[in-house]
């Protein structure tokens, strides 16, 4: 039988109860009154036959004590308590005689250190206590004190070594006791990843069961379907029976007959199988259809997008009869990446300075200015090819995307030809209204195939001197046009409607036109220096589109605003102004402003800003819900051809300019 392991902490703590005590015992030196009271002389005296003894002896008496090494501290860990330091007390005080010999002798050997894992040997049992030695043997008793320091020394190393023993042990379970919380942390975190499997396991599951339920459902209306056909199917073969009985009844007289029955009878078998073939395929065609007309206007849109939701076309008219032709390299027109093929987008236009000159006294080169826009229609440009690249733009106003489409530049460039077109209803002159109507009613008649269904209400308003008239009042209305305001069509509705002015739905291009035709009789023009009749508002046609299909529940609807702006002249502050001039200044001035205002609308939006002054101009209020975020934007910029024009026509370009670098950003369709 093994003998049982002492624990570390009980050796220790008896090592320390040694130490203790041993430190409490008295010492044996003798000190007596009498020795205390002599002086030096008197004790070398006395001392004088114990070094002759020592001598012949041939011993040497250890005098000094080295220190005890100290005890090291056991640091404190759960589980284990602090071990005490033990006070280190020092026995009494010799005489200066024996201070004097124990400083004449040298230390004696050191004694080695037990190995880690072997405890002090006991003290013998039985021992015969040494005799008391006599005072005048001061020798002895230091020898026995060298002795009793040596073993203590002795007991203090293996105290010491045991103590590092406890921490090396206390060190190992530290280590161990961190290892085990990390596999912890591993084993918790495996636990939470497996109660996730489990959880995405569970929600499979469950979507698993909704699908057999789904697919249960489906097979037992397909079941009731098949029921349903057998029924049918008997109710024919009864039928059919009856009329072989009544057949066979008259088979002398109506053989032929018989037998041109159970044809028919075959046929329309077969027919009843080829219509329901036919209803399951048209349903089959129907929803294939409806699908690819959602993913048209999805990548529709997404081609818009790319193009810019946000776009400048600059179109030059062309040079009228009786008008100076413009000097060559004054307008140029330089070809795309690809070639002449591709259409233009930039545009060079050349101003000469009669101010400037060299120090020879030539005139100076003339300065070319640069732009580039999405598409530039050089002078020869028809309103087909005009229209033609804006028609996919018009169609998103039918998927629910609201659109607006300005035209901008100064008095006499070409604004209301483009939107309009030219008197006398030719058709190749017709401008962008009338032909983005019939556009717009051609594909309207289209979707009807497919279970859409549209209706359009149009209005026509100008805005002069930040007054909203009414162009398609008729009679006693006419003339009333500061009575319509802008107002928001109800509570907590977005959308803005003018009081006063006539909504009219149309449906065909003979309503439009004659719509048109009112609309050019009311708005307000005057003679100006520019153009013999210029237009002096605003004008702003809009087309509320609502589309709906029954069948799907999905409905739409978006405006279609088609904007005639005002000619964009600068003031000339040195021109005397008589009567009339005084009323054209105030129509340029509140023309200035909301176009201003126009501007600053579209760089707020442009720069996401928190504000955008729409209220600070009625153009800029009516048509909110036609710019934002949330619309299709398409300015035309026009200029004139003519070199007298130049300094308006920069203007214009580069206002344009400044609207093509604006970015407002995807627009959302208005759908339910």
Not at 189 to 207: D, F, H, K, S, V
Not at 260 to 274: I, K, M, T
Not at 350 to 371: C, M
Request: with cysteine; aromatic share 4%; hydrophobic share 35%.
């Amino acid at each position: 039988m093994e003998p049982q392991q002492r624990s570390p902490l009980l050796e220790v703590k008896g090592n320390i109860e040694l130490k203790r005590a041993l430190a409490k015992a008295p010492s044996r030196l003798p000190l007596p009154g009498s020795r205390l009271k002599r002086g030096p002389d008197q004790m070398e005296e006395d001392l004088e036959p114990e070094k002759k003894r020592t001598r012949g002896l041939g011993t040497k008496v250890a005098t000094s004590r080295p220190r005890a090494t100290a005890l090291t501290t056991v640091p404190q860990t759960q589980g284990q308590t602090a071990v005490p330091k033990v006070p280190r007390k020092t026995g009494p005080r010799c005489s200066t005689a024996v201070a004097t010999v124990l400083k004449n002798q040298k230390p004696g050997p050191a004694v080695p250190a037990q190995k880690p894992g072997t405890t002090a040997a006991p003290p013998a049992v039985g021992r015969k206590k040494p005799s008391k030695r006599p005072a005048w043997d001061l020798k002895g008793q230091l020898c026995d004190l060298n002795a009793e320091l040596k073993c203590c020394r002795e007991r203090t190393q293996l105290l010491d070594q045991e103590n590092q023993q406890l921490r090396n042990q206390l060190r190992e379970a530290q280590q161990q006791a961190t290892e085990l919380g990390a596999e912890r942390r591993t084993l918790e975190e495996e636990l939470a990843r497996m109660r996730a499997q489990a959880e995405q396991g569970q929600r499979e599951l469950g979507n698993l069961s909704a699908r057999v339920l789904e697919l249960e459902e489906r097979l037992g209306t397909q079941e009731g379907l098949v029921q349903e056909l057998q029924k049918e199917q008997l109710e024919l073969q009864e039928e059919r029976r009856g009329l072989a009985a009544r057949l066979e009844e008259q088979e002398g007289r109506l053989q032929a007959s018989e037998a041109a029955l159970s044809g028919s009878q075959a046929e329309v078998a077969s027919l009843r199988q080829e219509a329901a073939a036919q209803a399951a395929l048209l349903a089959k065609r129907e929803e294939r259809l409806h699908g690819l007309e959602m993913e048209r206007r999805r990548l529709h849109n997404q081609l818009q997008e790319l193009k810019g939701n946000v776009r400048v076309f600059c179109r030059v008219r062309p040079v009228l009869p009786g008008e100076s032709t413009p000097p060559s390299g004054f307008l140029l027109f330089p070809s795309g990446p690809s070639g002449p093929s591709d259409p233009p987008t930039r545009l060079s236009l050349s101003r000469s300075d009669e101010r400037r000159g060299t120090l020879s006294g030539a005139p100076a080169a003339p300065t070319r200015h640069d732009f580039s826009f999405d598409r530039v229609f050089p002078p020869g440009s028809g309103q087909d090819e005009v229209f033609e690249e804006i028609s996919m733009l018009v169609q998103s106003a039918l998927d629910g995307y609201p659109v607006c489409i300005f035209a901008y530049g100064q008095t006499g460039s070409g604004k209301t030809f483009t939107m309009e077109g030219g008197p006398g209803g030719d058709p190749q002159v017709e401008g962008l209204i009338p032909r983005a109507l019939r556009h717009l009613f051609s594909v309207a008649q289209e979707l009807s195939g497919q279970g859409w269904t549209y209706s359009f209400v149009a209005s026509y308003v100008e805005i002069y001197n930040e007054t909203v008239r009414d162009l398609l009042a008729t009679g006693t209305r006419k003339g009333h046009g500061g009575e319509c305001e802008i107002r928001r069509a109800g509570p907590g509705s977005e959308e803005l409607t003018v009081t006063n002015a006539r909504y009219v739905p149309v449906s065909c291009e003979r309503e439009v036109e004659a719509l048109l035709h009112l609309a050019r009789q009311n708005r307000a023009v005057a003679r100006t220096a520019q153009n013999e009749r210029s237009s002096r508002s605003h004008s702003v046609f809009q087309l509320q589109i609502s589309g709906e299909h029954a069948g799907r529940g999905l409905q739409c609807a978006a405006p279609l605003s088609l904007v005639d702006l005002a000619g964009s002249e600068r003031l000339d502050p040195g021109l005397a102004l008589g009567p009339g001039e005084r009323e054209r200044l105030r129509e340029t001035q509140a023309i200035n402003s909301s176009l201003s205002t126009l501007g600053l609308v579209i760089m707020a939006l442009s720069n996401k800003e928190s504000h955008v002054p729409y209220r600070n101009s009625k153009l800029t209020y009516l048509l909110q819900n036609s710019l934002g975020g949330s619309a299709k934007m398409l300015m035309f910029v026009n200029i004139s051809p003519l070199e007298e024009n130049v300094s308006e026509s920069l203007n214009s370009l580069r206002f344009a300019s400044k609207v093509n670098q604006c970015v407002i950003g995807t627009a959302q369709a208005n759908r339910k």
